[in-house]
């Protein structure tokens, strides 16, 4: 199955508390606030997987929530940071943010990768509020919530040619001629459901890629046939 568009909710994760906390052994007179820090939770990063080709994971998955941090503990401990959370997607995804409309990334090359939601950041124990003028601080903050963004992927196709026509006029069989792709070809109208991509190779040493895209009919920007969205 092709799936080139997705809708789905994205929430990184939330800082750790930070900790009301005071030193106290037995030997030791005044030993003052101790409370560590909480960690910073998990960004949402999405990240180009070569190997992909298809938005489906996403039809399945409408959710996607980061870990959240660590709260800091006494003898001023912090707490643990939680790793980043990196989500594969195919080269040519579009992240648009769904409740603003606003372009969030384009991620079309190698390996590139983008923070989608960041992580919030992790409270602040009552060691970091000490000062000459209040040496026992008995306040510390709750960490802060991580980014949550409704957002659309859209999947572009990678392509230098294109093949339109009408349905069942040889797209699909040049493709399989001037390449090694292997499309579905039958005596029927849309026998190609979705792009197909092959790579064509010159005589000259020459690469470029074709897709052999869905047949159109009269009718088709009104939603005939197939439409014309491909």
Do not use: W
Not at 32 to 44: A, C, Q, Y
Not at 47 to 60: A, P, R
Not at 116 to 123: D, E, F, M, Q, S
């Amino acid at each position: 199955m092709f799936v080139d568009e997705a809708l789905i909710k994205v929430i990184a994760g939330k800082g750790g508390n930070g900790c009301t906390s005071f030193r106290r052994e037995k030997y030791v007179p005044n030993g003052g606030p101790d409370g560590g820090n909480g960690g910073k939770g998990s960004n949402i990063i999405f990240k180009v997987d070569e190997g992909l080709n298809t938005l489906l994971d996403f039809k399945y998955k409408k959710t996607i929530k980061g870990e959240n941090g660590k709260h800091g503990s006494g003898k001023k401990q912090y707490g643990a940071s939680a790793e980043d959370l990196v989500i594969s997607v195919p080269q040519g995804t579009t992240i648009i943010d769904n409740d603003t409309g606003l372009l969030l990334g384009d991620l079309i090359g190698k390996g590139e990768q983008l923070i989608i939601a960041k992580g919030g950041r992790g409270g602040r124990g009552n060691a970091a509020f000490a000062n000459a003028f209040n040496t026992a601080p008995e306040i510390s903050e709750i960490g802060e919530e991580g980014e949550t963004k409704n957002i659309k992927l859209e999947l572009k196709i990678i392509a230098d040619v294109g093949l339109v026509g009408f349905p069942s006029v040889g797209k699909s069989t040049l493709l399989s001629k001037i390449s090694k792709a292997t499309p579905k070809i039958a005596e029927y109208h849309f026998t190609t459901l979705s792009p197909n991509l092959g790579v064509v190779k010159t005589i000259d040493s020459r690469v470029f890629t074709v897709a052999d895209l869905p047949g159109l009919i009269e009718g088709a920007s009104k939603g005939e046939g197939l439409g014309d969205k491909f």
